[in-house]
């Protein structure tokens, strides 16, 4: 990567926040191994406290959030790292529209709480898990769960150099064309996501004969019903379609409507008789 | 990271705790010396996924529980398949389970090259972390870094990606690898497991204060090698039971001061599993080469000092590239990537060494086989008492160190478990008080 900041003068100083999460999209950036040396050398890793005891105080130059909002403390908290934040970037499924944690959206909580834990009570959680940008402005939002790492780079390297990233927005489906991938919806039938799905990833499950399972979010102009429909008649059973609508991006406006609109016309408690897709 | 001390300096509070995954702090409370509280905290948010497991279907608890954890998703991923599996009546052909294994060699090799050097190694060195100590000893950060990356590259193969594997499904995989593509990557493993041994040779030589557990060390032990992505289970007290008596054997309570679980074994507490606990319990099962760097840097058949367990994680990070290159070196083409898992109503049990120890989930489905109901044991929740216990020790032996000191020692002391918060909530926030 080539970074362009005056690091003579002064280095920008990056800060790792973490919300609800599994972690994997910060261990992104330390899986970066052949960049992450020369990386330091151009940034100051100001607050990262999965890598580092050290703090330096705010405020930043660049903040990348991950996790989403679930608890009263933490709606709190972002209020406060977008305050001490010049540009705020979230990063991944979860920061960007709830992550699998939003399931609970859909769900009762209290039943959710009592389910996991003998004794709710001591527990502090919002019934429902929402994206940073629900809560304070947000610079960019960098898809995947988890994010691409070359990705990432680029979104560092642009908030550094002060331009806009050249993170693309279509679909799954280019990426399947840039990578000679052949189409496994149409030449074997299998359901994919691909159409409707962002593109980040490189097309990787279709590389592996794998329909795509929307961990990247909705593309930009997603016609979710319409590849609903085709779904359907590739084999898929209503139940199906609701569930590979609301995995990692589920409370994402388009997935969200989509998966809402089968519930409709088939409950989730009702069983399919056929393996599909997973 | 915070040190809060309140006058008198009776309490110490670590506000969050770093190079840990996931978000915990710890509270010790002393007197004279003694110990009288010490709470690991795990405020890291629970997300629920035992209660939005239930309606889902039993071919996806891969793909969802993956998510529980960025660093170790292949454990998670393992164990919900030998689960699933099970409650179905299947059992995977041999090679599906080498692949199986080889994917989860490079889960070890990333989660542990991760720990050892970036992690834990700068306790030992004295650095706040390891972009710290790359200033001073960049041939060993680099070296860390490169022995991780053989291991994201082995997981990018098979899995087609580090964090969260996409190529996982119940009965086996989407698509197998090639040996073609499997011997490019040989080199990479061979070159690695030499660095590795060099690393046990490092890493022996930090200094380690003196420590003995005295607990119950718990861990797989299957019918052949090392234990990783199966077996029964196995104690130092000799119990040996199967995985579907998991839950016969260990409890779950929901204590106050954590949002995860803490796990009684026969109802007693603690108990460790992980790195110490599999060496302890398999030495015998490992490789040549990783049972003679152990004896050459003197570790012996057994461990049960929790701060050389960055030693064992080095024996296992050579084991772990030695078993890549022997299942790699065996592999045939031409294995069906999966075999299918007709759905059948039951209930199924499967455990998995994750890096940081086993991990055991168990599903009940239905006739077409919606999951209704799902209960996941993650290892820091089971280590979660053996930590708070080693805390207590230790502030008992150092009461004479600053605050300053002892906290560091004590977060030390956590980080010798390689402690998964996000896992185990279903972690810390360091408080001491002296009086």
Same mark, same amino acid.
């Given at each position: 990567m080539t970074i362009a900041y005056d690091h003579h003068l002064t280095r920008p100083k990056l800060a790792v926040w973490k919300f609800a999460s599994c972690d994997g999209c910060q261990l992104t950036l330390l899986n970066c191994e052949d960049e992450l040396i020369p990386l330091a050398g151009e940034v100051q890793i100001a607050y990262f406290p999965e890598a580092t005891r050290s703090v330096v105080e705010g405020p930043y130059d660049v903040s990348l959030v991950e996790g989403s909002v679930t608890t009263p403390e933490e709606m709190e908290r972002i209020q406060r790292i977008r305050e001490m934040s010049r540009r705020l970037i979230t990063i991944g499924a979860c920061a960007t529209s709830g992550g699998i944690q939003a399931l609970r959206n859909f769900g009762d909580i209290a039943e959710f709480r009592s389910i996991v834990y003998a004794h709710p009570e001591y527990l502090s959680t919002l019934s429902r898990s929402t994206p940073i940008s629900a809560h304070v402005s947000v610079d960019f939002e960098l898809r995947g769960c988890p994010i691409n790492k070359h990705q990432l780079l680029e979104v560092l390297a642009a908030a550094i150099q002060g331009r806009a990233p050249r993170i693309p927005s279509y679909s799954v489906c280019v990426e399947c064309k840039h990578r000679g991938t052949v189409c496994v919806a149409v030449a074997n039938g299998t359901p994919c996501l691909g159409p409707v799905t962002q593109a980040g990833c490189?097309?990787?499950?279709?590389?592996?004969?794998?329909?795509?399972?929307?961990?990247?979010?909705?593309?930009?102009?997603?016609?979710?019903?319409?590849?609903?429909?085709?779904?359907?008649?590739?084999?898929?059973r209503q139940g199906e379609v609701l569930r590979i609508y609301r995995t990692f991006n589920a409370a994402s406006e388009p997935f969200r409507r989509e998966s809402e609109r089968h519930e409709k016309v088939w409950p989730p408690t009702t069983s399919d008789d056929e393996p599909g897709m997973s | 990271m915070s040190h809060k001390l309140t006058d008198g300096g009776q309490v110490m509070h670590v506000g969050t705790l770093s190079r840990v995954e996931g978000e915990g702090a710890m509270h010790i409370e002393y007197s004279g010396g003694r110990a009288t509280k010490v709470e690991l905290r795990i405020y890291e948010p629970p997300r629920f996924y035992e209660a939005f497991l239930r309606g889902r279907a039993w071919t996806e608890p891969p793909d969802i529980t993956a998510r529980i954890c960025g660093i170790c998703p292949v454990a998670y991923q393992m164990s919900s398949c030998g689960a699933i599996e099970d409650a179905c009546g299947v059992t995977v052909p041999e090679a599906i389970g080498l692949m199986r294994r080889l994917l989860y060699c490079g889960e070890w090799i990333e989660s542990h090259a991760l720990h050892i050097f970036l992690l834990h190694a700068p306790d030992f060195l004295g650095y706040d972390g390891a972009i710290e100590m790359a200033a001073d000893h960049p041939t060993v950060v680099? /070296?860390?870094?490169?022995?991780?990356?053989?291991?994201?590259?082995?997981?990018?193969?098979? =899995?087609?990606?580090?964090?969260?594997?996409?190529?996982?499904?119940?009965?086996?995989?989407?698509?197998?690898?090639?040996?073609?593509?499997?011997?490019?990557?040989?080199?990479?493993?061979?070159?690695?497991?030499?660095?590795?041994?060099?690393?046990?040779?490092?890493?022996? =030589?930090?200094?380690?204060?003196?420590?003995?557990?005295?607990?119950?060390?718990?861990?797989?032990?299957?019918?052949a090698g090392y234990p990783i992505e199966s077996g029964s289970v196995v104690t130092t007290a000799?119990?040996?039971?199967?995985?579907?008596?998991?839950?016969?054997?260990?409890?779950?309570?929901?204590?106050?001061?954590?949002?995860?679980?803490?796990?009684?074994?026969?109802?007693?507490?603690?108990?460790?599993? =992980?790195?110490?606990?599999?060496?302890?319990?398999?030495?015998? /099962?490992?490789?040549?080469?990783?049972?003679?760097?152990?004896?050459?840097?003197?570790?012996?058949?057994?461990?049960?000092?929790?701060?050389?367990?960055?030693?064992?994680?080095?024996?296992?990070?050579?084991?772990?590239?030695?078993?890549?290159?022997?299942?790699?070196?065996?592999?045939?083409?031409?294995?069906?990537?999966?075999?299918?898992?007709?759905?059948?109503?039951?209930?199924?049990?499967?455990?998995?060494?994750?890096?940081?120890?086993?991990?055991?989930?168990?599903?009940?489905?239905?006739?077409a086989g919606i999951i209704t109901d799902a209960q996941i044991v993650p290892p820091t929740s089971q280590n979660q008492p053996s930590i708070e216990a080693d805390l207590r020790t230790m502030v008992q032996t150092w009461s004479d160190l600053d605050d300053h000191a002892l906290s560091h020692r004590c977060e030390h002391a956590i980080r010798n478990y390689d402690p998964c918060i996000s896992c185990a909530t279903h972690f810390l926030d360091l408080t001491v008080k002296r009086s």
């Open positions: 490189g097309a990787l499950c279709p590389a592996f004969d794998r329909g795509c399972y929307g961990c990247f979010g909705p593309q930009d102009t997603p016609n979710t019903s319409s590849l609903a429909d085709r779904l359907l008649s590739l084999g898929m | 680099e /070296r860390g870094l490169r022995l991780k990356k053989a291991g994201n590259d082995l997981m990018d193969l098979v =899995g087609g990606r580090s964090v969260h594997p996409i190529n996982v499904r119940i009965g086996g995989f989407y698509k197998m690898p090639s040996v073609a593509e499997l011997r490019r990557i040989r080199p990479v493993l061979e070159r690695a497991r030499d660095e590795a041994i060099e690393t046990v040779r490092l890493v022996a =030589g930090f200094d380690f204060p003196e420590m003995e557990q005295p607990y119950e060390y718990l861990s797989l032990r299957p019918a000799g119990k040996a039971f199967a995985v579907q008596d998991f839950t016969a054997h260990i409890q779950e309570q929901h204590v106050e001061w954590s949002n995860a679980l803490h796990a009684t074994l026969d109802g007693e507490s603690p108990y460790v599993v =992980g790195p110490l606990a599999r060496y302890t319990l398999n030495f015998d /099962r490992l490789s040549p080469i990783a049972q003679d760097i152990a004896r050459e840097v003197g570790l012996g058949t057994t461990c049960r000092n929790p701060f050389r367990s960055i030693i064992v994680r080095a024996v296992e990070l050579v084991y772990a590239y030695d078993e890549a290159i022997r299942i790699i070196d065996g592999w045939r083409d031409g294995v069906a990537p999966a075999v299918p898992v007709p759905p059948r109503a039951g209930e199924g049990f499967g455990a998995s060494e994750a890096p940081r120890g086993v991990l055991f989930h168990r599903y009940v489905l239905d006739p």
